[in-house]
């Protein structure tokens, strides 16, 4: 893959708790996993419908994977797409950008407009 940002949903206080920690190990789900999930620019809309619908307002938080070097593995997941999965800690010197994404009045997630370019 040629993609050199991927993106992480959390939410605030979550988040919050990283940037304070200084390093990402994953949520209970990662560890389980093996692996911390990420998404590209393509995928964040579908993360967010299947894991994360039960939520009103999230953190958008871009992860430079160039920062990750080799921990970074892009493997089959959903649908059979690759997914960038991280085998090791993100250090909050990967961080990006956060941005928040919340829910329009009819309850669908707003995406920031420029999201599908940025892979």
């Known amino acids: ?6 993106f992480r949903l959390a939410t ?3 988040w919050s708790e990283v940037m304070a920690a200084g ?19 393509d995928q964040v809309e579908g993360t967010l419908v299947k894991h994360y ?13 160039s920062a990750l070097g080799e921990t970074v593995v892009w493997e089959k997941s ?6 960038p999965h991280v085998y090791g800690e ?22 920031p407009a420029d999201l599908e370019s940025r892979s």
Do not use: Q, Y
């Open 12 to 14: 605030p206080d979550r």
């Open 90 to 111: 993100i250090p909050v010197s990967a961080v990006r950008g956060m941005r928040h994404v919340r829910r329009n009045e009819e309850g669908d997630w707003i995406l």
């Open 23 to 41: 390093s990402f190990a994953g949520d209970p789900h990662d560890v389980a996993d093996g692996f911390i999930h990420l998404s590209a620019a």
């Open 1 to 6: 893959m040629t993609t050199k940002t991927a």
């Open 53 to 65: 619908n039960d939520h009103e307002r999230l953190l958008l938080v871009e992860i430079d994977l």
């Open 78 to 83: 959903r649908g059979g797409a690759l997914f």
